[in-house]
C-alpha cells in the first residue's frame, strides 16, 4: 500500500514509522520517561522498522545485542575514564577503540543490521553519561533502545503481511471459505 503524489511516495513503512514514533511518545510522556528517553526509543523505531516482518525481527534481534553490548562497552569506557581522572587522552583513545571492538563483534556475530545501532548506543551514552549514576543511565538507555524496537515489531506484526498473526487469519480464511465450499457440494 503506497500513494504517489508526483515524485513523492507515502508507503506502509513510512506510515508505520510514524505511529511507531507516536505510540513512543505516548508512553514516554505518561511513563514520565523525558525526551531522551523518547529520542533514543524514537532512533531505535526508525531503525528497526522494516519492510517485512522477518526482516524486522532479524533487525530486532541484532538492535537488542548491539543495544547490550554498546551500554556494556559505554559503562565500561566510563569506567575507565572515571578511573582515570577524565583525562581527555584517555578519551580519544577508549572511544574509536570500543567502536572498533564493538563493530568486530557484532560483523563476528553477523548482526549487521545492529551496527549502527550498536555503536550509536555505545556513543550517545558514553557521551552524555552523568558522572553520578553511570550504570543505571546506561541500563535506562539500553531499556529506551529495546522499547523502541519492541515497538517497531509489534507495528510489523500488525501491518505486515508475512506476520504471523496475518498467516494464521489468512490459513483461517482460507481454509473456512474451502470447508464452506465443500458444504455447498453435498
Request: proline fraction near 2%.
Amino acid at each position: 500500500m503506497s500513494f504517489q503524489f508526483g515524485r513523492f511516495r507515502l508507503g506502509l513503512r513510512t506510515i508505520k514509522t510514524v505511529i511507531a514514533i507516536f505510540i513512543i511518545l505516548l508512553f514516554t510522556h505518561l511513563f514520565h520517561r523525558g525526551q531522551s528517553a523518547a529520542m533514543i526509543a524514537g532512533i531505535s523505531a526508525i531503525i528497526a522498522v522494516r519492510d517485512s516482518y522477518t526482516a524486522t525481527l532479524k533487525a530486532a534481534k541484532a538492535r537488542f545485542i548491539g543495544s547490550a553490548l554498546g551500554g556494556t562497552l559505554a559503562v565500561i569506557y566510563f569506567f575507565l575514564y572515571t578511573m582515570a581522572n577524565y583525562n581527555f587522552s584517555v578519551r580519544i583513545i577508549l572511544i574509536p577503540l570500543f567502536v572498533l571492538v564493538n563493530i568486530v563483534i557484532m560483523d563476528g556475530f553477523e548482526l549487521h543490521p545492529g551496527l549502527v545501532g550498536a555503536n550509536a548506543t555505545l556513543l550517545i551514552i558514553a557521551l552524555t553519561i552523568p558522572e553520578t549514576d553511570y550504570i543505571g543511565y546506561a541500563l535506562n538507555r539500553v531499556l529506551d533502545t529495546f522499547f523502541g524496537v519492541a515497538v517497531a515489531t509489534i507495528m510489523n506484526s500488525v501491518f505486515i503481511h508475512d506476520a504471523p498473526i496475518k498467516r494464521r487469519k489468512l490459513r483461517e480464511l482460507i481454509s473456512y471459505k474451502k470447508n464452506k465450499g465443500q458444504d455447498e457440494d453435498k
